[in-house]
């Protein structure tokens, strides 16, 4: 009998909750509609209204993710869009919290630039990466962002990044590293391990020498906390699920390397770093910004900051480039020849010799459109506000807390934003550096590093890195190989996008690689 009455308590009680959540749903949905509605704007097409038809949409990202089809998926979105608003839709998930989908450079403009101040990283962005970035220029908005990008700027002016012996460090290494002539490497393992070893030479004065060392521990750490912390982004509302074990151990051994270079630099008395600004030589990203910041916290979250943002961007597109130029010798050759004519087999490139190398921007620039860095990225409306409708129909609301997410790689393969293919302009889905030489983007049809007040910092160093490098290889070698299934490799997107196989290649040169 007390059994029967226990149940029939806990039946009512559940009951109770339930409706009461319901109730409670319902109204928070009724509250953000009507902000919807107040805001002027109209809502984009709908793919999920609540967290059960929400979650489906969630999975099948997470799927294609694993995958390395999240392209198809992105843009498999929009077939359920419709014609008055055909590149943005949206996923409502929580009463209050929406996810706004688009690849509508209108949109992605709006977010950047016209409307930059709505619009941020936003508190769960900040909450969700703060364990690995801290407080650093990437995960913060406003005020606190614009203190970090005034204390970084000063160390990617032109002078600083025309000095070009930190490249050089790396590149030699690389090539040092590369088999003899015709065989296979897979030269996206080097680039990634070059890219560390120069970036935190830059940061901190000092390489982890994982061109030497490929099992380097801060190597694989660093590569476990960006893979899960995608997971974790990802999936948004059910990131508490992701295991969290690899990604607290991975932030462990990136402090343990980095703290106590930071505590050689807080030793260092003002007039020393100030002596050292001075020096070309020993001067490094870690002791400018300690010059006007002695709170370790601070230095090691900037720091992390620009390594992840330094490091993959630039490894993964010279991946492509190589990718890219392995199927089309001609172009290889093309480009071998723009760089014999310019520095010969040995002369160390100066910086103006690099600006001075057209085709060499072209191809960078043509890889950069096809595989954008960052293919994914989001922005948090931090007010009500509103994005463009296309032309004839109303703006789309945006509530405060409303996730916007757009898709460089999805805007910049969209057929309908360029030319009709003619004898100068290939098809754009397919590799061609040509294009450039009679063609340009429409503006914000083309932002690899983004744009507007928080574009890129290191843009003008990631070029130069990636073309140095480039150089100094085919000054060694006449010919490049794709060694596998061209045609078998996929996108891989983590926070940033790289083949997922690797590049195995092998490099040919003429009379074994050139002194
Ligand atoms: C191919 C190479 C690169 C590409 C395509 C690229 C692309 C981008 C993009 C799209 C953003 C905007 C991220 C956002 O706001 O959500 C960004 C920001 C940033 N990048 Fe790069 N990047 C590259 C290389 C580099 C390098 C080499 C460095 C430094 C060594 C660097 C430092 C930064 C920093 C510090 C930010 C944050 C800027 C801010 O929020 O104000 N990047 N980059």
């Known amino acids: 009998?007390?059994?029967?009455?226990?149940?029939?308590?806990?039946?009512?009680?559940?009951?109770?909750?339930?409706?009461?959540?319901s109730a409670f749903y319902m109204l928070q949905r009724m509250r953000h509609e009507l902000r919807v509605r107040k805001i002027g704007g109209v809502r984009a097409p709908q793919l999920a209204t609540n967290p059960f038809s929400g979650m489906f949409w969630f999975i099948r990202a997470a799927k294609a993710q694993m995958r390395n089809e999240l392209l198809n998926h992105y843009n498999s979105f929009y077939d359920h869009a419709t014609p008055e608003c055909p590149n943005c839709v949206e996923i409502q998930i929580k009463a209050s919290e929406r996810y706004i989908l688009t690849r509508d450079p209108e949109h992605i403009k709006a977010v950047l630039t016209t409307k930059f101040s709505d619009f941020g990283k936003g508190a769960t962005f900040h909450s969700l990466w703060r364990p690995f970035l801290g407080d650093s220029i990437f995960t913060t908005d406003r005020s606190l962002w614009h203190d970090s990008r005034s204390l970084i700027r000063p160390m990617f002016i032109k002078?600083?990044?025309?000095?070009?012996?930190?490249?050089?460090?790396?590149?030699?290494?690389?090539?040092?590293?590369?088999?003899?002539?015709?065989?296979?490497?897979?030269?996206?393992?080097?680039?990634?391990r070059m890219t560390l070893d120069v970036t935190n030479d830059f940061l901190l004065g000092a390489s982890v020498d994982s061109l030497n060392n490929p099992q380097s521990e801060f190597a694989s750490a660093f590569s476990d906390v960006q893979r899960i912390?995608?997971?974790?982004?990802?999936?948004?509302?059910f990131q508490a699920l992701i295991p969290r074990g690899a990604y607290n151990r991975g932030i462990g051994v990136i402090n343990r390397f980095v703290m106590p270079y930071i505590e050689q630099a807080l030793a260092l008395p003002q007039e020393e770093l100030e002596k050292l600004s001075n020096s070309d030589k020993d001067f490094t990203f870690l002791h400018s910004?300690?010059?006007?910041?002695?709170?370790?916290?601070?230095?090691?979250?900037?720091?992390?900051?620009?390594?992840l943002a330094g490091r993959d961007t630039t490894a993964a597109t010279l991946s492509w480039t190589f990718y890219e130029l392995s199927n089309y010798p001609?172009?290889?050759?093309?480009?071998?020849?723009?760089?014999?004519?310019?520095?010969?087999?040995?002369?160390?490139?100066?910086?103006?010799?690099l600006k001075s190398m057209n085709y060499l921007r072209h191809i960078l620039n043509e890889t950069l459109r096809l595989y954008p860095a960052v293919p994914y990225n989001l922005r948090t409306a931090l007010e009500d506000t509103t994005i463009p409708g296309i032309p004839g129909q109303p703006p789309i609301s945006v509530v405060e807390g409303d996730v916007v997410v757009y898709s460089t790689l999805a805007m910049q393969r969209q057929r309908d934003l360029y030319p009709p293919t003619s004898e100068k302009f290939e098809d754009p889905a397919v590799f061609s550096p040509e294009r450039w030489e009679t063609w340009s983007p429409k503006p914000w049809q083309y932002v690899p590093f983004n744009g507007g007040p928080r574009i890129c910092v290191g843009q003008n160093f990631a070029m130069t890195e990636m073309a140095y490098c480039m150089v100094r290889i085919l000054q060694k070698y006449d010919g490049l190989e794709y060694r596998g299934d061209w045609h078998a490799q996929k996108h891989e997107a983590e926070v940033v996008g790289k083949p997922s196989q690797g590049v195995n290649v092998a490099l040919h040169a003429k009379e074994g690689p050139h002194e």
Do not use: C, W
């Not at 912390?229 to 509302?237: A, C, D, L």
């Not at 910004?289 to 390594?307: C, E, K, N, S």
């Not at 093309?334 to 002369?347: F, G, P, Y």
């Open 1 to 21: 009998m007390l059994a029967q009455i226990t149940m029939t308590n806990i039946a009512i009680i559940s009951a109770l909750v339930a409706a009461g959540l």
């Open 159 to 192: 002078d600083r990044v025309s000095d070009l012996a930190t490249f050089e460090k790396g590149v030699s290494v690389l090539i040092a590293e590369l088999p003899p002539s015709g065989h296979t490497v897979d030269i996206m393992d080097l680039f990634y």
């Open 229 to 237: 912390q995608m997971m974790i982004s990802m999936t948004g509302p």
């Open 289 to 307: 910004i300690a010059r006007y910041t002695r709170d370790p916290q601070v230095l090691r979250d900037q720091i992390v900051a620009v390594l």
């Open 330 to 353: 001609e172009k290889f050759k093309k480009l071998h020849d723009e760089v014999i004519a310019s520095v010969d087999r040995t002369r160390m490139p100066t910086y103006d010799d």
